[in-house]
C-alpha cells in the first residue's frame, strides 16, 4: 500500500501562501537535495486544479533542464477538480468521489503518492483520514497574513499529529514530519 505525503512550505505562523514572496532567501543546497530525495521516492502526484495549473506552467517550460524538471513532468498526475476539462501534462482528473478514487490508489502497489501545499484538496483527504504524513518546511520568517496550510482543513475538533522526524537545514529552516496520531484518536 503507497503512503499519501503532503509536502507544504510553511512560515512561522503558519502561512502557506505565495512562497516565492518568502521561500528564496533560505533556499539551499540541503534543501535541494531534500526535495530531490523526497520527489524520487515518489510514483505520482496528486493535485488539486490550481496547483496543477500552476505547477504545469512553472515545470512544463523546465522539460530538459535538469533530473529534478524531468522527474516533475514525467511523473502521473491527479487532479481533483469539478472545474478542470482538459489536461496536458500528463494527468487525469479524478472524476466523481474523490476519497474512494484516492483510496483506491494508495491501495495500488508502488512509491509514495505526493501532494504539494494545502486548500479544499487537503480538507478532503483529512476529513476522510487519508494522509499518511504531512511534512511541513517551516521557513523562519514571519508574514503576518496569508492563507494557511489548515485554515480550509474543515477541522470541527482538534486533529492531534505524531511528529517522527525532524530535519534542520543551516539556513535555518526546518523539515517537520507528522503522522495522523490515529490511535490517540481512537482511544480518546
Not at 498526475?77 to 478514487?101: C, F, P
Request: glycine share 8%; no cysteine.
Amino acid at each position: 500500500m503507497r503512503k499519501l505525503i503532503i509536502s507544504t512550505m510553511v512560515t512561522l505562523d503558519g502561512v502557506m501562501e505565495n512562497p516565492q514572496d518568502w521561500s528564496f532567501p533560505y533556499w539551499s543546497d540541503e534543501i535541494g537535495r531534500y526535495a530531490y530525495e523526497q520527489l524520487f521516492s515518489t510514483e505520482a502526484l496528486l493535485m488539486g486544479r490550481a496547483t496543477y495549473e500552476g505547477f504545469s506552467q512553472a515545470w512544463a517550460e523546465r522539460a530538459g533542464t535538469d533530473e529534478f524538471a524531468d522527474r516533475m513532468n514525467s511523473l502521473p498526475k491527479y487532479v481533483a477538480s469539478t472545474t478542470l476539462q482538459d489536461t496536458t501534462w500528463n494527468a487525469s482528473v479524478i472524476q466523481g468521489d474523490v476519497a474512494e478514487a484516492v483510496k483506491q490508489l494508495k491501495q495500488q502497489p508502488g512509491q509514495n503518492i505526493l501532494k504539494y501545499g494545502g486548500g479544499q484538496l487537503l480538507r478532503t483527504l483529512m476529513e476522510h483520514d487519508l494522509v499518511d504524513e504531512h511534512r511541513l518546511l517551516v521557513y523562519p520568517v514571519v508574514v503576518g497574513s496569508g492563507e494557511r496550510i489548515f485554515d480550509q482543513a474543515g477541522l470541527t475538533g482538534m486533529a492531534s499529529l505524531k511528529l517522527i522526524e525532524t530535519k534542520p537545514f543551516s539556513s535555518g529552516v526546518v523539515a517537520l514530519h507528522y503522522a495522523p496520531a490515529r490511535e490517540a484518536a481512537s482511544q480518546g
